[in-house]
């Protein structure tokens, strides 16, 4: 998952309750947190909120078809490499072609032997884990993430000290993002990260770096910027995202976010000192009620 000593959870769709509870109990009991869903509509919204390493998917669900779920989850599982396994026991060609073609990683015949499941999903997990550890992109939002983040302020620091050469740094978190998520969904929730991290992009300059510091929260490295420089290339991107407009269903809502502005020079070179700067200063921009940035 994380390398943070932290559980894997295997989401389980499939309307077929005594399969999946014998399922469950199985994988438990090797150590896997399991979720289950027997709708399409609970699996996509387990999907979204637990963000699986792997997913077990039935074709038939109560109500509605696995594959049209495949369908909706399949871009974003792809992106954080979840592999998703058909599990089923209409074993056609038709539907084996079709499931892949879609984008199952996988297609397993029921019954389903967990002697054989167990070492294949350990494989699974595995590679899953490899292709993670080995990115520096964060895939939904193509920010860096947060290990490269690491090595680059590090490297950002180190010639601070040798060459004083000064940088600025910003974070920025979505204001009442919990909201955007309970009330128009995750998906759209993802769909505002995007938008803002494009806008980012696009305002950000060549020589600024641009990482996801963690859920809704970014950091904004400017080389050769001094604290008043950056509030404005910020304050551009906080407009920007301000007024952008997010549709859903015929609604339009905005969405804002609150800014933390700090530089090494105040922080004597130091890395656990500026973050921790950068971050009360972003605390005191939800506290002077959001949509603001505080140097
Ligand atoms: P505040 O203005 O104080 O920052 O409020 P907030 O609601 O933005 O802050 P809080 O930290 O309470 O909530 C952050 C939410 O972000 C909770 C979490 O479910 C959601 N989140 C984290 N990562 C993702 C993601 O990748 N996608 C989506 N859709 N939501 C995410
Ligand atoms: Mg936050
Ligand atoms: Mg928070
Ligand atoms: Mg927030």
Known sequence: MDGCGEKETILLIDDDREFISGLKENLEKNGYVVAVAVT??????????????????????????????????????QQAFTPIAVVSNQDTLENRILSYEIGATDFISKPLYFDLFLPYLKNRLKSKKYIEESSTVDELTGALNRKAMEKILKSFIASFHRYQRIFTVAMIDV???????????????????????????????????????????????????????????????????????????????????????????????????????VDDALYESKRKGRNCITL
């Open 40 to 77: 399409a509509k609970e699996g996509i919204e387990k999907f979204y909120n637990l963000k699986p390493s792997f997913v077990t998917l039935a074709i038939s669900l109560s109500d509605s078809n696995g594959l049209e779920l495949l369908q909706k989850i399949v871009t974003v599982a």
């Open 175 to 277: 204001d009442f993002f919990k909201k955007v998520n309970d009330k128009y969904g995750h998906l759209e929730g993802d769909r505002v990260l995007r938008t803002l991290s494009k806008i980012i992009r696009r305002e950000k300059r060549e020589s600024d770096y641009f990482f996801r510091y963690g859920g809704e929260e970014f950091l904004l490295l400017m080389p050769h910027t001094t604290l008043e420089d950056a509030k404005h290339l910020v304050d551009r991107i906080r407009l920007a995202f301000q007024r952008h407009p997010f549709t859903v269903g015929g609604e339009t809502f905005h969405v804002t976010f609150s800014a933390g502005i700090a530089s090494i020079r105040s922080c004597n070179g130091k890395l656990d000192v500026l973050l921790k700067q």
